[in-house]
């Protein structure tokens, strides 16, 4: 089994530990650095994890790490690094969250919808984690982790949208007219929000990737 250590403190990265005959799957964007020991091929989630990629600007290939030996990575913000482990069960998450998993994940892509392509910030794909194993994940600034009962609701404005796992139900809604998205900003922040019914675990972030970028254009 990969040993995973999330390190740092408001700033955290990934430091991974893998045995002989014991592999990872990584996003090469992400990665910090690796030990002489640690081999790297090349590997996709198929056909249309590669095109979902390159429409998402992520990377297309992702890479498999074999032991022995050591990697680390972070992500594109400063923030937190949290671990899912999966029992045979699924998580969706945004692109740029994904670090690393285990091999033993499988990984696919799903459409996101049109009003999170243009107001999540994130691209216009999720990312489908399944099976048993751990998944690695980043989010920008504090991670937030919602556990909803079976018909429990939160609306989570829609590019603070992290994670969710596949028991919950996501939908995307306009919240206000015309005055209040004037008086939003043109960051879009407060129009759309995603609608999730549990069961199950929601993961947001503190930071809108949407809205940082925003703020950064108008100065």
């Known amino acids: 089994m990969v040993k995973y250590e999330i390190r740092g403190g408001d700033v955290q990265y990934l430091h991974a530990t893998l045995e002989a005959g014991e592999s990872a799957y990584i996003e090469p964007g992400h990665l910090i650095y690796k030990t002489p020991g640690a081999r790297l091929d090349t590997g996709t989630g198929g056909l249309r994890g590669a095109f979902s990629h390159m429409l998402a600007g992520s990377a297309v290939f992702l890479l498999k790490v074999d032991?022995?030996?050591?990697?680390?990575?972070?992500?594109?913000?400063?923030?937190?690094?949290?671990?899912?482990?999966?029992?045979?069960?699924?998580?969706?998450?945004?692109?740029?969250?994904?670090?690393?998993?285990?091999?033993?994940?499988?990984?696919?892509?799903?459409?996101?919808?049109?009003?999170?392509a243009i107001f999540g910030g994130e691209g216009i794909f999720l990312e489908e984690f399944s099976g048993t194993g751990s998944v690695m994940l980043h989010g920008h600034g504090q991670v937030i982790e919602y556990e909803l009962k079976d018909g429990e609701e939160i609306q989570a404005e829609l590019s603070h949208v992290l994670a969710f796992e596949s028991s919950v139900s996501y939908n995307v809604s306009r919240i206000g007219g015309i005055k209040t998205m004037v008086l939003g900003g043109m960051e879009g922040e407060g129009f759309f929000f995603a609608n999730m019914r549990g069961p199950g675990k929601v993961w947001l972030h503190s930071i809108s990737l949407l809205e940082l970028s925003a703020k950064l254009a108008r100065r």
Do not use: H, R
């Open 67 to 116: 032991g022995p030996g050591n990697f680390g990575s972070a992500g594109f913000l400063p923030g937190k690094v949290f671990e899912i482990k999966l029992n045979n069960n699924s998580i969706f998450a945004e692109f740029n969250a994904f670090l690393c998993m285990d091999s033993t994940i499988k990984y696919s892509t799903k459409f996101a919808g049109f009003w999170q």
